[in-house]
């Protein structure tokens, strides 16, 4: 059995003196914390930033200097010259790291930055055993479909925003994700585009962080099997439609995705719905449509 090679993009130093490998869906954080600093500020200091600002807050706090194009290259991204965009990681990604997670700035806590790994021999397995006798070879995952994904689900009191973010595919076909949810009073949920991150976190009634993999049958299913962080509890997905294709080099923007947990049971059915109603109706409230994060 293969190693897994992970999609490592940076390294950074904590404040304990660890080297931390950063994966991407922690990248993508630290790029959320800064383009909200940059837009909002923190909750002390509500005022929009421009990059030369966040590139001296950013020296302040930690005694590092990194320019501020850097900065808005590492947010914005730079055009890749495929019609994409690449979004280069500064050298001094750990100042960037100690800058959002410290408490006096108070963008996000470093338990939310923190990676769970869970195993993926059970993934390898699975992959070994959808393989078909009759291809020639397996079908692998399309490196277009890396990226971040979010989505924005209202239930009857909570509006709940979810981000998913998928690796680069392994060598096998196995694509390491991770997904967190932060969970807002429906009545507040509109107006959290003019909210700083850390007004946003006192404000939220829960953040629940998952791990785990993917798998893209021969049939060109997307099958996610995820576990919270904090209880081990499963979190199962299934592909209900995308725009991915094979023969096109465009990035994926949009997965439809079915979140599976347990079966409705008729000792909890209503008496005037038939069973097979109550499904159709279970199923439809448990979409989830992730759009591509540019």
Known sequence: MRAIPRAILAVAKL???????????QLSRLRDCLRAYHAYGTGKEKVSHNWKDVSEAIDEDTGTTIKPERLRQFVEGINDGAGGKKYPVPKAVDAIWK?????????????ELTEFRPSYQAGMRLLEYLDQNFDDQRIMPPAKLQ???RARTDGTSDAVFSELVLEAPSSDGLITIAKTEEYFDRAVAD??????VSEQRVIRNNFVKSSGWAILTPEDNLIFFLKDEQNGRNQYYFTLGSDFDHTEDAPVTELVLLA????LDRDYSEADMPLIKQVAKHAADNILHFGRVA
Request: hydrophobic letters at 30%; zero cysteines.
């Open 191 to 196: 107006d959290l585009d003019g909210w700083s």
């Open 147 to 149: 990226g971040t994904y």
């Open 15 to 25: 404040g304990n003196g660890q080297m931390k490998k950063l994966s991407e869906w």
């Open 99 to 111: 800058f959002v997670t410290d408490e006096n700035v108070m963008l996000i806590s470093e338990e």
């Open 260 to 263: 599976h947990d347990y079966p």
